[in-house]
């Protein structure tokens, strides 16, 4: 439970019923100075306490744990959800405005994933000339990863025999420490003026790969094989 959260959940409700902290004090009989302390994120009040104001205020047990309401996740929910349709929207206006100024035509293929501990699923879009490449959509299965990692780079590598190309790549270098599941919501890999066409690229010949370094500097790495599902045809 977020301390600093709770306490100004409670301090949203004490203000809601017109309550001043004496008087919130004096309902459990505690002093203000604890009312005081736990609204300011210091301490938290006993177990039987916040099952009691659940009771008394008419709120859910999930709701004092979670430090808010459930019209506010809902809402928060609403908003993201709204964003990322706001966003893909873009950037599939994007890439048709960019195939449309093509003189040659575009054919689609998909790309995924041979590894088993990851399921892709993206899109190469080529003519005769240059291609683009879109990936989006990139789910973790390889168990319960509850490290928290501090820096996470994604890289899209090209092989060719002894030679890998860095064709793109995606970081998060931010304050604070993620998920590998997390980090993998948010990673977006997009190309969108590749010199190579669909039938230059060699069986197997793209690639991903993942390290993610933890608090302590421990590296963790993953390399995940791409299919680009029939570029012969």
């Known amino acids: 439970m977020n301390q600093e959260k709770f306490g100004q959940f409670i301090k949203d409700i004490r203000k809601k019923h017109n309550l001043t902290q004496k008087q919130l004090a004096d309902k459990y009989n505690v002093t203000y100075q604890a009312v005081s302390k736990w609204e300011n994120g210091k301490n938290m009040p006993d177990t039987s306490l916040i099952k009691q104001m659940s009771k008394d205020?008419?709120?859910?047990?999930?709701?004092?744990?979670?430090?808010?309401?459930?019209?506010?996740?809902?809402?928060?929910?609403?908003?993201?959800?709204?964003?990322?349709?706001?966003?893909?929207?873009?950037?599939?206006?994007?890439?048709?405005?960019?195939?449309?100024?093509?003189?040659?035509?575009?054919?689609?293929?998909?790309?995924?994933?041979?590894?088993?501990?990851?399921?892709?699923?993206?899109t190469i879009a080529y003519n005769k000339n240059k291609s683009a490449i879109y990936i989006n959509n990139i789910k973790y299965c390889g168990g319960n990863d509850t490290e928290q990692y501090k820096e996470i780079e994604c890289v899209l590598f090209e092989t060719n025999g002894n030679t890998d190309t860095r064709i793109n790549s995606y970081n998060y270098d931010k304050d604070g420490s993620i998920k590998l599941e997390e980090f993998l919501e948010d990673l977006t890999i997009s190309i969108d003026n590749h010199i190579k066409t669909c039938e230059e690229y060699l069986e197997d010949s793209l690639y991903l790969s993942i390290n993610a370094t933890n608090e302590e500097g421990k590296i963790t790495s993953y390399k995940i094989p791409l299919t680009l599902n029939n570029c012969s045809n």
């Open 57 to 122: 205020f008419n709120i859910s047990l999930e709701e004092m744990f979670d430090g808010e309401f459930k019209e506010q996740k809902r809402k928060r929910k609403y908003l993201l959800f709204g964003i990322i349709i706001i966003v893909i929207s873009i950037i599939l206006i994007l890439l048709n405005t960019i195939l449309n100024q093509q003189e040659d035509s575009f054919e689609f293929k998909t790309l995924s994933s041979n590894c088993e501990n990851f399921n892709i699923s993206g």
